[in-house]
């Protein structure tokens, strides 16, 4: 993204209950500051316009309810190890606001030696990398949640196959 400042001040939105719940290589205690220290290192590379890396850790209500703000500290630390992001600067908030419990997180994507993070495949690469810190921490994954809407689709499904199959045996339709 390219709007850190209007990014973190979301994520520090009182109006949602936000908390800081990890931070890294930051000593800025408000939006302002934070920033400051973020574009500090950015200046170190003009070529790159979108500098600031924004994730959301969102785990499943349930799991979301048990959770507490050192878990989900936790959490974004593994997280952020996953990612090979361990070295820049980092800024996460809980909101709590609605029934599903979520972290914003931001990364500065130019690191202290004044390179850009590869963003190639970045979703797919942090799909793959909440899943495993998921299973790590013994949290319901995005593909166990499928899975079971899934099975739970099943019979539905089946149903219409069993239609479609008589209509198309016992009418024969020349068109749709």
């Given at each position: 993204?390219?709007?850190?400042?209007?990014?973190?001040?979301?994520g520090?939105?009182?109006?949602?209950?936000a908390?800081?719940?990890?931070?890294?290589?930051i000593?800025?205690?408000?939006?302002?500051?934070?920033?400051?220290?973020?574009?500090?290192?950015?200046?170190?590379?003009?070529?790159?316009?979108?500098?600031?890396?924004?994730?959301?850790?969102?785990?499943?209500?349930?799991?979301?309810?048990?959770?507490?703000?050192?878990?989900?500290?936790?959490?974004?630390?593994?997280?952020?190890?996953a990612?090979?992001?361990?070295?820049?600067?980092?800024?996460?908030?809980?909101?709590?606001?609605?029934a599903?419990?979520?972290?914003?997180?931001?990364?500065?994507?130019?690191?202290?030696?004044?390179?850009?993070?590869?963003?190639?495949?970045?979703?797919?690469?942090?799909q793959?990398?909440?899943?495993?810190?998921?299973?790590?921490?013994?949290?319901?994954?995005?593909?166990?949640?499928?899975?079971?809407?899934?099975?739970?689709?099943?019979?539905?499904?089946?149903?219409?196959?069993?239609?479609?199959?008589?209509?198309?045996?016992?009418?024969?339709?020349?068109?749709?």
């Amino acid at each position: 993204i390219t709007h850190t400042k209007a990014s973190i001040a979301y994520g520090w939105n009182q109006e949602k209950d936000a908390e800081v719940v990890f931070s890294q290589h930051i000593a800025g205690d408000n939006t302002q500051q934070i920033t400051d220290e973020f574009k500090l290192i950015q200046e170190q590379n003009v070529r790159c316009q979108k500098n600031t890396l924004s994730f959301i850790l969102s785990p499943i209500q349930e799991d979301g309810k048990k959770l507490s703000k050192k878990d989900l500290g936790e959490l974004t630390q593994k997280f952020i190890k996953a990612m090979n992001l361990k070295d820049r600067q980092a800024v996460a908030f809980v909101h709590r606001d609605k029934a599903h419990t979520h972290v914003h997180l931001y990364v500065n994507r130019i690191g202290f030696d004044g390179k850009a993070y590869n963003d190639s495949f970045i979703g797919k690469r942090s799909q793959l990398a909440a899943e495993n810190v998921a299973k790590e921490m013994g949290l319901t994954t995005v593909k166990e949640v499928q899975h079971a809407k899934n099975l739970e689709q099943e019979p539905i499904r089946l149903e219409i196959k069993s239609i479609h199959q008589k209509v198309m045996e016992n009418k024969r339709p020349k068109n749709l």
